[in-house]
């Protein structure tokens, strides 16, 4: 389906990426700097992670009562998931009316400039108790970058991703992350590859900016069925998170650990882990057309949008888990954005004797024949198909007990659209 908000903003603005400060403050500058009127920011980087950290951490606030503003990127399937207020997703009507401010103000900027600038505006003219911020990409000139003074900074897990604006070096993309760190301003590191954390320390000794690293300064693991989280002199016995798959456990202690920073009790920490959702981060499928269709196989169908190397990682290890606790045949269906590492996704799945179907989707997609001939490199069984439907069929008559649709937020965002009973809220 085609999201009228996205469809405008394509009209009216550049849909390049220029990753660049000087257009953000000038147009934020001309709507009287909104960033400087949110209430209290938790500023997110990180290369995978950020949206189901956000998530916990949102959930967290709310159990405690709190009024939390959240913007995130990209949306699934309306643009107005991208900025939820004191609770809610933004009103068309109240998003219409900010858009038409921004497309008023002088100057020129890309769609995700207009888009924070449009977040921000609505957040500084609706009261709540908290900000909660996602970088969209990098961090140092990210146009959410403009905020200058957070209450706190949470960097996830840096890993290579958009190579052709960050790099291919880890301790690079690491140093643009850690762009967001500000003075004086406390910041929560998930766990880290030994190369970034160094950059990231490095940064927050020049900036001034105190640290909580997890895996040194605090920490978080899974046992007997639910979640510790040790920070300080703090030992923490929670819930299992609600959200599936081991990585989950390292967001949710990030998350509990910059909830404790916030002030939040373990009661509402607690909560937040119970009653979190976030979709298409395995999202068990259990309404719409393809779930019905898996239903009658008697098969599980899940859904997840992670498209990098460390993403193909944790759907790896989710399915190991699952694996082991309830074998069943398993099939991948996966369809990727050509500029994305296939190769360094199917490494990481090239253990899990999973079959593999390849589609298209719409965009810029890879060629589904392209991604199927990449994870055969890789030892793994995999064939292209024309769309979801041939290949979850395809599926079936394998006789998959457990298919996944993956490998990109946006196919994620086309099976969630069909049904209106699956629309993010």
């Avoid at 099939?331 to 050509?338: E, N, R």
């Amino acid at each position: 389906m085609s999201d009228p908000i996205s469809v405008r903003l394509r009209a009216r603005h550049p849909q390049r990426i220029d990753l660049s400060l000087e257009r953000m403050r000038a147009l934020c500058a001309a709507l009287g700097d909104p960033q400087e009127r949110l209430p209290p920011v938790v500023h997110v980087a990180g290369t995978n992670g950020k949206g189901s950290t956000i998530a916990f951490l949102r959930a967290m606030a709310e159990a405690a009562g709190l009024r939390a503003h959240v913007y995130t990127s990209p949306h699934l399937v309306r643009f107005n998931e991208r900025i939820r207020l004191a609770g809610a997703l933004i009103s068309d009507e109240a998003l219409n009316a900010v858009l038409d401010r921004i497309e008023a103000a002088p100057g020129e900027a890309t769609v995700f400039e207009s888009t924070t600038a449009a977040a921000f505006l609505a957040m500084a003219e609706t009261p709540a108790d908290l900000a909660i911020v996602e970088v969209g990409l990098g961090g140092r000139l990210d146009a959410t970058n403009v905020i200058a003074r957070p209450l706190l900074s949470v960097i996830t897990p840096v890993d290579l991703d958009h190579a052709e604006f960050l790099g291919t070096d880890l301790a690079t993309i690491a140093g643009e992350k850690a762009g967001v760190l500000k003075a004086g301003a406390p910041a929560v590191i998930a766990r880290q590859d030994e190369r970034a954390l160094n950059v990231i320390e490095a940064r927050a000794n020049l900036a001034g900016c105190p640290l909580t690293v997890l895996g040194r300064d605090a920490d978080a693991w899974s046992e007997r069925g639910g979640l510790v989280v040790q920070a300080g002199e703090r030992l923490l016995d929670l819930p299992a998170p609600a959200l599936a798959g081991p990585h989950q456990i390292d967001n949710a202690g990030v998350a509990a650990v910059a909830a404790l920073e916030l002030g939040l009790s373990e009661a509402a920490i607690a909560e937040g882990l119970r009653s979190v959702r976030w979709p298409a981060r395995m999202q068990r499928l259990t309404v719409g057309r393809h779930a019905e269709t898996a239903k009658a196989a008697d098969a599980e169908l899940w859904l997840d949008g992670g498209h990098n190397p460390h993403a193909g990682r944790a759907l790896a290890q989710t399915l190991a888990e699952r694996q082991a606790r309830a074998p069943r045949p398993t099939a991948l269906i996966i369809g990727m954005l050509a500029n994305k590492d296939a190769g360094g996704f199917f490494d990481a799945l090239a253990g899990s004797g999973a079959h593999v179907f390849t589609v298209p989707f719409e965009g810029a997609a890879a060629d589904p024949a392209a991604l199927a001939a990449v994870a055969q490199g890789r030892g793994l069984g995999a064939q292209p198909t024309a769309s979801v439907d041939e290949a979850l069929a395809l599926a079936i008559r394998f006789g998959a007990g457990r298919i996944v649709i993956c490998g990109s937020l946006y196919l994620a965002g086309e099976v969630l659209g069909e049904d209106e009973r699956t629309w993010p809220t």
